[in-house]
């Protein structure tokens, strides 16, 4: 069983930062898929980044703003810049390590 818990959401202003971190109960191989999803308002869950050992995947719609890594091994981040209206939602933090584990999700608000 892995917990998973989501920090670092809030209110921010179009065009500002913010980063989010998730920390799991217990270490994460390398080799297992940690990333991010979301899910707006009237929107089915979306994929935002995966990290795994040989490299990322973002969404096109945050390539370029977003940047997802692991600082340390049971844990994940996402640092987002240039945040827009259209990336507010509820950001889930995913692990999958013999079994799918989620986050409660937190909430990333970007006013315009």
């Known amino acids: 069983q892995v917990h998973l818990v989501e920090s670092g959401g809030g209110l921010v202003q179009a065009g500002g930062s913010l980063r989010l971190s998730c920390v799991a109960s217990r270490r994460i191989f390398s080799d297992n898929v940690m990333g991010w999803y979301r899910q707006a308002p009237g929107k089915q869950r979306e994929l935002v980044a995966t990290?795994?050992?040989?490299?990322t995947n973002y969404a096109d719609s945050v390539k370029g703003r977003f940047t997802i890594f692991r600082p340390t091994d049971n844990s994940v981040a996402l640092q987002m810049n240039g945040l827009k209206p259209e990336d507010t939602a509820v950001y889930y933090c995913?692990?999958?390590?013999?079994?799918?584990?989620w986050g409660k999700g937190i909430q990333v608000t970007v006013s315009s």
């Open positions: 995913y692990v999958t390590q013999y079994n799918d584990y």
């Open positions: 990290i795994r050992v040989g490299g």
